[in-house]
């Protein structure tokens, strides 16, 4: 079964990266994007059955390894 974990940094926590990317766009001429968030992105093939045991292998994977609790929010969608 397949997983996919969305890591993004929190609300809260500025983004040096998502603000460079946005300048180089406003410098482009896409004047209408506002701002901008990097994130991370993940796909698990995870050797489960059900759909709930996939979401919650997922999660705990996501929580314990993949993210920064303190700093970072995720989110995950199984296939």
Same mark, same amino acid.
């Given at each position: 079964?397949?997983?996919? +974990?969305?890591?993004?940094?929190?609300?809260? +926590?500025?983004?040096?990266?998502?603000?460079?990317?946005?300048?180089?766009?406003?410098?482009?001429?896409?004047?209408? +994007?506002?701002? +901008?968030?990097?994130?991370?992105?993940?796909?698990?093939?995870?050797?489960?059955?059900?759909?709930?045991?996939?979401?919650?292998?997922?999660?705990?994977?996501?929580?314990?390894?993949?993210?920064?609790?303190?700093?970072?929010?995720?989110?995950?969608?199984?296939?």
């Amino acid at each position: 079964m397949k997983a996919r +974990v969305f890591v993004t940094l929190k609300p809260s +926590v500025f983004d040096p990266q998502g603000q460079t990317i946005a300048e180089a766009l406003h410098s482009l001429g896409y004047g209408d +994007v506002g701002d +901008v968030r990097q994130g991370k992105y993940f796909e698990l093939d995870l050797k489960v059955t059900s759909t709930g045991a996939a979401q919650k292998l997922a999660e705990d994977v996501a929580n314990r390894v993949l993210a920064n609790p303190v700093i970072e929010s995720f989110r995950v969608e199984v296939a």
